[in-house]
Nanobody, 121 residues
Framework: QARLVESGGGLVQPGGSLRLSCAAS????????MGWYRQAPGKERELVAS???????VYADSVKGRFTISRDDVKKTVDLQMNSLKPEDTAVYYC???????????????WGQGTQVTVSS
């Protein structure tokens, strides 16, 4: 089975920056869309940003102009650069990828384990 491993969360003051990284590994033939979701306490998981290909990105209105998503198809990674962070950005952030498995492994949605981002003074 493929897996996604995230890194880069933490505590930051309002106005600060953080960079999240996610690496895919395992029996992977190719990766279609990659993205980041977040879930705040008491709220549903929501899309933050997705990158179906290196030429196209999608952002939630709440993060446009502050967050930048990028991917490296050779390294099988997706990063999220978060600038001008606000307290309302506090959440657990999850990496997502739709992976085409290699060999006998089927295609499926995969999720990382989640990384906490806390924006507070």
């Amino acid at each position: 089975q493929a897996r996604l491993v995230e890194s880069g969360g933490g505590l930051v003051q309002p106005g600060g920056s953080l960079r999240l990284s996610c690496a895919a590994s395992g029996p992977i033939f190719s990766i279609r869309t990659m993205g980041w979701y977040r879930q705040a306490p008491g709220k549903e998981r929501e899309l933050v940003a997705s990158i179906p290909s290196s030429a196209r990105t999608v952002y939630a209105d709440s993060v446009k102009g502050r967050f930048t998503i990028s991917r490296d198809d050779v390294k099988k990674t997706v990063d999220l650069q978060m600038n001008s962070l606000k307290p309302e950005d506090t959440a657990v952030y999850y990496c997502h990828a739709y992976i085409i498995g290699s060999g006998s492994y089927s295609s499926s949605n995969y999720w990382g384990q989640g990384t906490q981002v806390t924006v507070s003074s």
